[in-house]
């Protein structure tokens, strides 16, 4: 099945910093989704994109389904941008695969 | 949200026991999964279904059942509790009719602790 890697692994910035965290997959997909896990433990779906590039706010992304990556953007970083963020990557009827996830610390 | 409900939020439990989790949806979706979340593995596919009383198995199966006797409730058993089982798990929901291919939410999650 499809394998998902997520880098970094973990990333340390300070309030204001500008981040880029990428997806890569093993093969190419139909479904690629960005998420946040707050500190909470809550799943918040971030952005739905299986190809081409959306934005919402201070946060963006990036896919390039030809090459099997995707990027997350996050500018002018606040504090409660602080958590997890995952990459999860689905093909044809396989089941939606998640990377291992960025670890994303702001620091005031 | 997807209005998806996870029930109990937090359960502690002896080894041997049965346990059942629900996931309860309140806009029809089709396709429900149930994930365990660990640390070291993110998350991993358990069950899922599209459609009553059609469900599948995912990578980390063994231990678990599950049945969806109507499209709201999606109920995820422990046949006999191992420690092995603590772990978070989260439901979720694929909101449109295409399955995989369309957008996943997920509910709020259900810690399990089996002592």
């Known amino acids: 099945g499809i394998q998902v890697e997520q880098s970094p692994p973990d990333l340390i910035l300070q309030e204001g910093a500008n981040s880029t965290l990428r997806c890569n997959f093993s093969?190419?997909?139909?479904?690629l989704q960005w998420f946040h896990q707050n500190p909470w433990g809550q799943l918040i779906n971030l952005f739905y994109?299986?190809?081409g590039t959306k934005q919402n706010g201070r946060l963006s992304a990036t896919t390039v389904a030809t090459e099997r990556y995707s990027l997350l953007y996050i500018s002018s970083s606040q504090t409660t941008d602080s958590g997890v963020y995952f990459c999860?990557?689905?093909?044809?009827?396989?089941?939606?695969?998640f990377g291992q996830g960025t670890r994303l610390t702001i620091n005031p | 949200d997807a209005g998806i409900t996870q029930s109990p939020r937090h359960k502690v439990t002896e080894t041997g026991t049965p346990v059942t989790l629900r996931c309860h949806q309140t806009?029809?979706?089709?396709?429900m999964y149930w994930y365990r979340q660990d640390p070291g593995h993110g998350l991993r596919l358990i069950h899922y279904?599209?459609?009553?009383?059609?469900?599948d198995k995912g990578e980390v199966s063994d231990g678990y059942s599950v049945s969806r006797s109507k499209t709201e409730d999606f109920l995820l058993t422990l046949e006999s509790a191992t420690s092995s089982q603590t772990s978070v798990y989260f439901c979720?929901?694929?909101?449109?009719?295409?399955?995989?291919?369309?957008?996943?939410?997920f509910g709020q999650g259900t810690r399990l602790t089996v002592v």
């Open positions: 279904s599209y459609g009553v009383k059609d469900t």
């Open positions: 093969d190419s997909v139909n479904n």
């Open positions: 806009e029809n979706h089709r396709y």
């Open positions: 999860a990557g689905g093909q044809g009827a396989q089941k939606l695969v």
């Open positions: 994109i299986p190809s």
């Open positions: 979720a929901v694929s909101t449109g009719t295409g399955g995989w291919e369309t957008e996943a939410f």
